[in-house]
């Protein structure tokens, strides 16, 4: 009887080795990071998914997509550790201070918001704010909201079933109670929150625009005659550190480049707001002020020197277009690129 056994398990043992040879032989291999960023635009990418598709084969079982694990990769309260969300309430509140800061100060309170930088600190801060709220939750199921559901075929299948009472069919067919933590994520029983979503997407606006803003003013506004301050430094360089640490670091966040178009979308609002500036009676308050970041050579009407409709609107037009549909996308790739980097999965 145990050598028929120890037979049995010396077969079966030889199966599973044979069984994962052919796998390991029929594996696809890795795909490259441009073949990686070709398949973000599929239209079986979502803009939320929760599936990394990279080189693998759907159909097979043992060979299917890699699952973001949502609870670790965006630090809910169950899985942040104690030192990252003392980082994160140090960062969201020096931001959220220096936001406050910034609009204290400006000497023209009504048209701080003209500028793209103050936009920018705006998303940054508000990127900030998701995420440390996220972290703090004392409940996962207010930011996934499982559902178990019975097999079909399962729900009510005899006559007897008929005599159950109410509370025994919903106890054993139905939705069942949400649990505090969620120990396993599954994204076909688990649905995102709009509270997750916003965090998710609104990194990609922050990150982006957080470059874009300290590339162009350090490339095309800074001059030796600028005066370098506080707010010069936070908004153009610090603030940028504390968004992409969080997001990249921290969080881990799956940047997917679908969120481009609310990027691009939200760029061309401001566009848009510079054109009817400058084409109406309006005029940079912030003119001839050594602080600011027109400078004495831009134009009465224009918020900055590099984008003068009025005068340049040409040279402006092309500006524009070479920043939210060439400069943008590329910054998000590199962001994308690096959040490929020690995603966390379920295991």
């Known amino acids: 009887y145990i050598e028929s056994h120890l037979k049995f398990a010396e077969r079966l043992h030889k199966m599973n080795g044979n069984e994962e040879a052919a796998e390991a032989g029929s594996a696809q291999p890795s795909l490259s990071s441009f073949a990686k960023w070709k398949n973000e635009w599929r239209t ?7 599936r990394d ?16 694990d949502i609870p670790s990769t965006f630090c809910f309260s169950s899985t942040v550790g104690f030192n990252v969300l003392i980082a994160k309430a140090v960062w969201c509140t020096w931001t959220v201070a220096t ?11 009504s048209y701080w918001l003209a500028f793209l930088s103050n936009w920018s600190l705006v998303f940054a801060t508000f990127y900030l704010i998701c995420s440390f709220v996220v972290s703090i939750l004392p409940s996962d199921s207010s930011l996934l909201r499982t559902t178990t559901m019975s097999h079909p075929n399962e729900i009510i299948s005899n006559d007897d079933d ?11 067919n139905y939705e069942q109670p949400q649990q505090d933590q969620v120990e396993h994520f599954d994204p076909q029983t688990t649905k995102i929150s709009p509270l997750l979503k916003i965090t998710w ?50 969080n881990k966040i799956p940047v997917r480049m679908k969120h481009v178009l609310v990027v691009a979308v939200l760029s061309l609002c401001w ?17 001839g002020d050594s602080s600011s970041e027109v400078g004495d050579s831009a134009d009465d009407d224009a918020i900055y020197s590099t984008i003068r409709w009025n005068h340049e609107p040409l040279s402006a037009a ?3 277009f070479l920043v ?22 379920v295991q």
């Open 44 to 50: 079986q990418t979502l803009f939320f998914d929760v």
């Open 53 to 68: 598709n990279y080189g693998l084969d759907n159909n097979r079982a043992s060979n299917g997509p890699n699952i973001i």
């Open 99 to 109: 936001l406050i800061y910034a609009i204290v100060d400006a000497l023209y309170k």
């Open 162 to 172: 008929n005599h159950k009472s109410h509370d025994e069919r919903t106890n054993n």
């Open 201 to 250: 997407v609104s990194f990609a606006v922050a990150s982006t625009f957080q470059c874009v803003t300290t590339i162009l003013y350090w490339l095309l506004i800074y001059d030796s005659d600028t005066q370098i301050t506080y707010l010069t430094l936070m908004l153009h360089g610090i603030v940028n550190i504390f968004v992409l640490v969080d997001g990249l670091l921290s």
């Open 271 to 287: 566009v848009f707001w510079s054109v009817l500036h400058d084409l109406s009676s309006l005029s940079n308050p912030n003119l």
């Open 318 to 320: 092309i500006l524009s």
């Open 324 to 345: 939210i549909f060439i400069v943008e996308p590329l910054l998000l790739s590199l962001i994308w690129l690096c959040s490929l980097r020690n995603r966390r999965y």
